[in-house]
């Protein structure tokens, strides 16, 4: 594959308006454009009297990643998954914790290109059961993630999308169709966060979680990165476990991590450990059964816990499993109450490893019609 065989595909999702320009509407920025100008995602573009998709075909890189650093913890725990994005993104976020590769302006760095069957073939080869749509935000190469997840369902390849759940209700179902587990990153549970921090509205991601739970079989945990003195509050996280309780019910895991440093946020100190173990044991207090610390060194957040009887089912060290106390068709070997889920008798021995995956030229890219 060359660079002239893969991006600027003609993809849909828009409409024209007054004054000659055009509308986006894969996401709620509607960006309006004239030709030759990109959205803020940066690879969706005008040219013509259409739009087309420039990062079709071409990733900032594949690895193979424990499943659990996506994360998913109820997920066919242990197993290793193909990992890939590409650039750009829908959002701001100030916090942003891989704007090297979310807020790219450089289409030339995506220098690993794969067509859809190529990485569903080099999954298998790799002994991967499954790929991941990661690193930045897969919403915005739609086509591609669909044309992507489309052969590897064809092939027995597993989808997962790790996303912010910024899009619009058509596209949603469309990005949705052929994914099979998801990580959705919730950044707050406040308004005025998500339109001062991140450029976006609250109320549209969790449209798409609640999209996820009712009208999918998709299976989906939740993620939030608490930043000090900025979404971490105890009422705030009141009223984000109250939701999820609410709409979703207490079996969706939540994950509560660890923030660093990064980006625009550079004066804003890293979460104490102590912040996410009290925003676990309070999001607990409030009915929820699975909720997680990451990216700090703790045991219990990273251990499953049978709600049923409160047996260790899954101890964890990082990525790495260290007990498995789970049953056939995850179900606790202490009482039997089954793990919300998907698990198999044993654990994958994946464990921490992170393994750079060089991608060769594949063919020509081509996406399916929009």
């Not at 209700?169 to 001062?196: C, G, M, S, V, W």
Request: proline content about 6%; overall charge negative.
């Amino acid at each position: 594959m060359t660079d002239d065989a893969a991006g600027d595909v003609p993809v849909g999702f828009w409409h024209a308006i007054e004054g000659g320009k055009i509308q986006c509407d894969l996401c709620p920025r509607y960006c309006h454009l004239s030709d030759g100008q990109r959205g803020l995602c940066f690879v969706r573009a005008r040219k013509g009297d259409g739009m087309v998709l420039t990062s079709y075909g071409r990733s900032s890189g594949f690895c193979i990643d424990p499943i659990e650093k996506k994360p998913l913890n109820h997920y066919y725990p242990g197993t290793p998954v193909l990992s890939f994005g590409t650039a750009g993104c829908n959002l701001a976020c100030k916090f942003c914790q891989n704007w090297d590769i979310s807020k790219s302006r450089d289409i030339d760095a995506l220098a690993a290109m794969a067509s859809p069957e190529k990485i569903a073939s080099t999954a298998l080869e790799l002994g991967c059961e499954q790929i991941a749509f990661t690193y930045n935000d897969p919403v915005i190469f739609l086509e591609y993630a669909r044309d992507t997840a489309a052969a590897c369902r064809e092939a027995g390849i597993r989808t997962v999308a790790v996303t912010a759940g910024y899009i619009c209700p058509e596209p949603r179902a469309q990005f949705f169709q052929f994914i099979d587990a998801t990580n959705i990153d919730l950044k707050a549970f406040d308004a005025a966060f998500y339109h001062r921090i991140c450029g976006g509205r609250l109320d549209a991601v969790l449209e798409t979680i609640a999209y996820v739970h009712r009208e999918t079989d998709v299976w989906m945990e939740l993620t939030t990165l608490l930043i000090p003195g900025h979404n971490d509050s105890e009422a705030e996280i009141a009223r984000l476990a109250e939701w999820v309780l609410t709409e979703l019910g207490p079996d969706v895991p939540l994950h509560f991590s660890a923030f660093h440093p990064d980006w625009k946020m550079r004066d804003v100190p890293p979460t104490p450990p102590a912040t996410l173990r009290r925003a676990r044991a309070q999001a607990m207090a409030a009915g929820l059964n699975y909720v997680y610390t990451g990216n700090v060194h703790d045991r219990d957040g990273d251990t499953t816990w049978c709600a049923a009887c409160g047996t260790a089912l899954i101890e964890r060290d990082w990525y790495d499993i260290t007990g498995w106390r789970l049953g056939h068709a995850g179900a606790c070997r202490r009482c039997g109450a089954r793990l919300p889920g998907h698990f198999r008798d044993q654990p994958g021995t994946w464990g921490r490893r992170r393994q750079f995956v060089p991608m060769p030229a594949a063919g020509r890219a081509t996406a399916a019609d929009p």
